[in-house]
């Protein structure tokens, strides 16, 4: 019933999108162009990554077949499209195989599986196809955020970044000046956020065949479900960034004409009495909050427990990316803030679901929520006090988030469970 459910609302969230984008943006929603790629060169996106996540459930033998099957079909498209000279700019010449061997998975599971061997297949290709309707889902929100969203509110969170210090103008100019190594390093890690996410998955769900069944918990429900509700916080508070809103656009070019003033990064800005400004219909307002910090703390707690390199694996993702976000201009301070409660609030909720919401975990679900509640509302209607107060205020907003993080780790720690001692057997002495 639960993955019944999961499915319908699933199918409730990505035809309610096709009709808003096509109603109110005119454009193709996450149906149509998910459709398209069966046939059409791929956009961008996680196709063999989402092969890969099905891969957990098939035998090795399988595993190679299936990996056969979708390099050989895409070897096909791309000849095809080569001999009748089709267009593919914009898009990968790879990935077409990868969604034919899902749905041909998929086909197998109702055609010639029963019993548990055709739900543990269907979980399997529901997840890979899950993460890569995802990325869909998630282009269409940024694309309904930037027209339904004409105002955005960059100077309200602007003003409340100086009680941290302007993190991102610093960031940004640390940044300029190790180019061009450290940029190039910071783009591959920023953009390949997605390719990490399935190698930690991938090794929490390497047993899944042996076992024949999911693991209770893994990244890839965290992962969605950030995804699934950050997008309707950018609707609640939508924001550009600084590179946007105070400087020239991440293409150097445009932007500045919706700028504030070209000040990203050298010179902070102004403090003064922060209103609504428009902004284009293009550019996504997806900064409040930092969903790609969320994600990278996800991934820093779900490596916790795996071997070493992975553990400094996820420690160096995390940091990185938080260096790209403030470094880049993407990211104002505070929206990096409450991104790591987002993450560590939805963390928290889906194993308290696991564990059947115990008196702990719903205490630090409401925690975690209140306190992140409270940064937005102190974002909108604190700002300038924030900045007029910045040796106050600044340590509050990192207390804030500092309580959650010791809530979360103290919690979690209590639900592990605790080996108890072996009592000794006392001997008694034997008679002389």
């Not at 984008?21 to 059409?40: D, F, K, M, S, W």
Request: glycine share 10%; with cysteine; net charge positive.
């Amino acid at each position: 019933m639960f993955w019944v459910t999961a499915g319908v609302a699933a199918l409730g969230v990505l035809i309610a999108l096709e009709i808003v984008a096509r109603r109110y943006c005119g454009q193709p929603g996450p149906i149509t162009n998910q459709a398209r790629e069966v046939i059409l060169a791929p956009k961008p996106g996680p196709l063999y990554g989402g092969m890969a996540l099905m891969l957990v459930v098939l035998t090795w033998r399988q595993r190679f077949i299936a990996v056969a099957a979708a390099i050989g079909i895409d070897a096909v498209f791309v000849l095809v499209r080569w001999a009748v000279g089709a267009r593919t700019s914009g898009s990968h010449p790879f990935g077409n195989g990868a969604l034919w061997v899902m749905l041909g998975c998929a086909f197998i599971a109702v055609t010639r599986r029963t019993g548990q061997e055709r739900v543990l297949l269907l979980k399997g290709v529901g997840l890979g196809l899950l993460l890569v309707t995802g990325r869909k889902i998630g282009d269409t929100w940024l694309l309904i955020t930037s027209r339904t969203r004409p105002m955005v509110l960059d100077q309200y969170v602007a003003a409340a970044d100086h009680a941290l210090g302007n993190p991102s103008w610093l960031a940004g100019r640390i940044v300029g000046a190790t180019d061009p190594i450290g940029p190039l390093l910071l783009h591959l890690v920023y953009g390949q956020l997605a390719v990490a996410a399935v190698v930690v998955a991938l090794y929490q769900l390497r047993d899944v065949a042996a076992e024949r069944r999911f693991p209770r918990h893994h990244l890839v429900r965290t992962f969605l479900v950030i995804g699934l509700l950050g997008p309707g916080i950018y609707m609640l508070f939508p924001m550009v960034g600084p590179v946007f809103a105070y400087g020239p656009g991440a293409s150097g070019t445009g932007g500045v004409q919706w700028a504030v003033a070209d000040l990203w990064p050298h010179t902070p800005p102004p403090i003064h009495t922060p209103h609504p400004m428009p902004y284009d219909e293009i550019t996504p307002r997806n900064c409040m909050p930092s969903l790609h910090t969320a994600w990278a703390t996800a991934i820093f707690l779900h490596t916790r427990k795996g071997p070493r390199f992975l553990r400094f694996a996820g420690a160096f993702w995390l940091i990185a990316t938080l260096t790209a976000t403030l470094g880049f201009g993407y990211h104002y301070g505070a929206d990096l803030v409450a991104g790591v409660v987002f993450a560590l609030t939805i963390e928290a909720a889906l194993r308290s679901f696991d564990r059947g919401w115990d008196r702990a975990g719903l205490r630090l679900v409401a925690h975690g929520t209140t306190v992140f509640a409270a940064l937005l509302l102190a974002y909108r209607y604190l700002p300038v006090e924030m900045a007029g107060q910045p040796w106050l205020s600044g340590p509050l907003l990192l207390l804030a988030m500092a309580s959650v993080i010791h809530g979360f780790i103290r919690t979690t720690r209590s639900w592990e469970p605790r080996l108890a001692p072996v009592r000794q057997r006392e001997t008694q002495p034997e008679p002389v």
